[in-house]
């Protein structure tokens, strides 16, 4: 019996081959929003491991709408080719390609992580690393000692819209199967759905369905530049886990209202709306801490699922979807420690004991090994 998790995928034109995700990975490694080969090899390596749908890192649909400057965009035509190379690569190795499409709001322009993830400074700017206003839906920073950013007029917001729609439209150039909007993290789409970071009075703020306002715009905008057969994706985080912030039937109501403009999926994520994210979950994080958000948003809104968060082990990710808790599966830093995660996730149930999904160029090698040798066994 195949186990759930290595069962197809189908969503409108679109199979993957199993439910294995591979999550959006900052890289910092971009260069004024083009790719390079590091992106190849970093995603490329997943496809070869079995994944059945990898997401290229959060990309930027305005130049100053980057996490860092080592972020990729799909802001100008001449970004395409850069991440053209990636999708055929993926595709070629039997992976749907994916992208997720954001803009960081609040949390724009700061620093690789590895600088010290906060606003960039003067060491920054010494790297050459300059600095830029960011935008949210108010002029309300994301904590003490971060930047005070610009709160977006009405034409800029249909500027952004559009800016949304354009780089849609790149991704389907280059070769993207799937594109996902983000709305998590406390990046710009999450910062108008919080009322802890959305104090505007106009028909973007105020209630619940002024601050779904932008975020549902977007994806129905997105929706009318996609092809019919394009998966559209939705990553949101389904709770701020901050007193009097966006809680889980905040995320139910969105994702009833984000599958009737045409959201396929949603990816369950939390946190990060003053700081880093999926903080949500305080103090030492556990295994699968987030699946229960895409287990009730599942059954609730009636809409397939990610989930994602300290999803590791083989048997746990088998049974996020044997139980029906989601539909899919996503891993990251896993993915990091583990590349082939998927292929020795087949392995640790015995579904591919002739190595018959690895590459050709691995798994012959592997089967004869098998067939031909003793394994150490320690004493």
């Not at 190795?93 to 322009?109: D, E, F, I, T, Y």
Request: aromatic residues 8%.
């Amino acid at each position: 019996m195949t186990e759930p998790l290595f069962t197809p995928f189908t969503c409108r034109g679109v199979t993957a081959r199993n439910r294995t995700v591979i999550s959006p990975m900052c890289q910092y490694r971009a260069h004024e929003g083009h790719m390079d080969d590091w992106h190849l090899v970093h995603l490329g390596r997943f496809a070869m491991g079995g994944a059945g749908i990898i997401f290229a890192e959060a990309t930027a649909v305005q130049k100053s709408g980057r996490i860092t400057h080592g972020c990729p965009g799909l802001w100008d035509d001449s970004q395409i080719a850069s991440h053209a190379r990636v999708t055929q690569f993926l595709t070629l190795h039997g992976a749907v390609p994916a992208v997720q499409l954001g803009h960081a709001g609040r949390k724009s322009g700061m620093q690789r992580p590895w600088y010290g993830n906060g606003p960039l400074g003067p060491d920054d700017t010494a790297r050459g690393d300059m600095g830029w206003t960011p935008a949210g839906p108010s002029d309300t920073p994301v904590a003490d000692g971060w930047p005070m950013p610009h709160a977006l007029d009405l034409s800029e917001i249909d500027q952004l819209v559009d800016d949304y729609c354009t780089a849609a439209a790149r991704a389907i150039a280059a070769g993207y199967k799937i594109i996902e909007l983000h709305a998590a993290h406390g990046y710009l789409l999450h910062s108008f759905l919080s009322p802890l970071s959305n104090l505007r009075t106009d028909d973007y703020g105020g209630d619940r369905g002024g601050r779904m306002r932008l975020p549902l715009r977007i994806a129905a905008a997105l929706r009318d530049v996609m092809p019919d057969d394009m998966p559209l994706f939705l990553r949101i985080s389904a709770v701020d886990g901050a007193e009097g912030g966006w809680d889980l039937d905040d995320s139910v109501a969105l994702a009833t209202a984000a599958k009737a403009v045409g959201v396929d999926v949603i990816d369950c994520s939390s946190g990060g709306i003053a700081g880093a994210a999926t903080a949500a979950a305080g103090g030492k994080r556990q295994p699968g801490f987030q699946v229960p958000f895409a287990d009730r948003i599942r059954r609730e809104a009636g809409i397939p699922t990610m989930a994602v968060g300290l999803i590791t082990h083989p048997q746990q990710a088998n049974d996020i979807i044997a139980q029906g808790q989601a539909d899919l599966a996503a891993i990251a830093r896993e993915a990091l420690y583990d590349p082939n995660w998927p292929l020795h996730a087949a392995q640790y149930f015995g579904a591919d004991p002739s190595y018959d999904n690895w590459p050709q160029q691995s798994g012959w090698w592997l089967a004869r090994r098998d067939e031909s040798c003793d394994f150490y066994q320690p004493r």
